[in-house]
């Protein structure tokens, strides 16, 4: 169970806070208000209303003038979608292990879009040149799925996060392999306000082909967004052709687009505003929990803490009793059976004494 801080009878639910993911967390009041301001009268369906054309403005000017964007229902279908339409029929992707289009999407990119994934380990979450360079071989050999794309996530499923110079890095070689390079951005805004950067200076001028934008779990109710960041090149133009009727084809079309994109400009708006706000609390929660889970470490070797906390997301190893005695109050995931490590994600509504309550019910369970 969760720990419960108060009820709300009307409703006939129990009001609780948790670590599992900020996907549990509610839908920030600028987008529950930018829902309903445009629900008055008739917008034409499917993306031809005046709040998507709103969106395509703003994607302009948060990943350059070259840049298009596709709103779409969830994070899986934008990923989806976004390969789809990078990969020929016998092509592959490259992604570490631990990505979320591998390990996390009910393999919806093998099902729905056929696409293979060439995954190689790493204990970070984070792909390198030198771990590119490893798939990228028997180029030409029919008998093997062909690399066309690679697929990096910012911020990563463990928790840290791609520098400028990292992407770069990657873009650089995926590029000089003729391979397209994409950006799974769940959580796009807490690397952004993590890194102290525009959107469009850590994707589109590091040469990012590719983004799934998210929204979701930085405060929308259902909204993400595919990325095309270069519209006007050979390339470009074909990823932007192809994008709406994959986006149809892929279910992930919405007929009343307004209220998808009301979401987006909500939180992308003002030059992001509201995301940016809410990714730099949920960062700042997440950098209290580390500290004092370190602290706690300090004082018992059966705590470890491997992964620095870089976003908005703990990754301790704790022995597997006290995660029992914790998950009673908390709610919260282990990440690898294996090692006993779990995962504590912060959301834009975290507050103080959520982080506080988990570490002084650490530390009771310790004793």
């Known amino acids: 169970m ?25 839908v920030h009041p600028e987008v529950l208000k930018a829902i309903a301001e445009v629900n008055d009268g008739h917008e034409i369906a499917y993306g031809e209303d005046t709040v998507t054309a709103q969106f395509d403005e703003l994607v302009k000017k948060l990943f350059g003038s070259k840049a298009v964007g596709f709103p779409v229902f969830n994070g899986t279908g934008a990923n989806v979608v976004a390969l789809q ?17 591998h390990v996390d999407e009910g393999g919806a990119p093998e099902k729905m879009g056929g696409i293979k994934l060439w995954t190689v380990p790493t204990s970070n979450g984070k792909l390198t040149p030198e771990l590119l360079d490893s798939q990228v071989f028997d180029m030409g050999v029919v008998h093997r799925a062909q690399p066309g794309v690679v697929s990096i996530t910012q911020t990563t499923e463990m928790g840290t996060l791609y ?14 392999h003729g391979l397209l390079i994409h950006m799974d951005g769940a959580r796009l805004s807490n690397a952004a306000a993590a890194l102290g950067l525009s959107f469009k ?45 994959l986006r149809k ?49 300090k004082k ?28 009673k109050d908390y709610r919260f995931y282990v990440w690898n059976q294996a090692t006993g490590q779990v995962r504590w994600m912060c959301g834009w509504d975290t507050t103080e004494s959520d982080v506080d309550g988990l570490l002084e019910a650490l530390q009771k369970a310790l004793k």
């Open 163 to 176: 520098s400028a110079k990292e992407i770069k890095a990657l873009a650089d070689r995926a590029h000089k």
């Open 249 to 297: 084809t892929s279910m992930q079309l919405p007929s009343k687009m307004r209220f998808v994109s009301a979401q987006l400009n909500a939180l992308f708006g003002n030059d992001a505003k509201v995301a940016l706000a809410n990714a730099s609390h949920a960062n700042a929660m997440a950098e209290r929990l580390y500290k004092g889970v370190v602290a706690i470490a």
């Open 85 to 101: 339409a990078a990969l020929k029929r016998w092509e592959a992707v490259i992604c570490v292990e631990s990505a979320h289009i």
């Open 201 to 245: 200076q850590f994707t589109t001028d590091l040469g990012i082909d590719l983004v799934s934008m998210g929204a979701t779990k930085i405060g929308a109710l259902a909204a993400e967004a595919v990325i095309v960041t270069d519209s006007k090149s050979t390339r470009g133009k074909e990823l932007a052709n192809a994008m709406p009727y």
């Open 2 to 26: 969760a720990k419960s801080i108060s009820a709300n009878s009307k409703a006939g639910r129990s009001i609780w806070r948790g670590f599992a993911s900020d996907n549990y967390a509610g």
């Open 300 to 327: 018992n070797p059966s705590i470890q803490v491997p992964n620095p906390a870089e976003a908005n997301a703990v990754f301790p190893i704790l022995p597997a009793k006290i995660t029992a005695k914790l998950q």
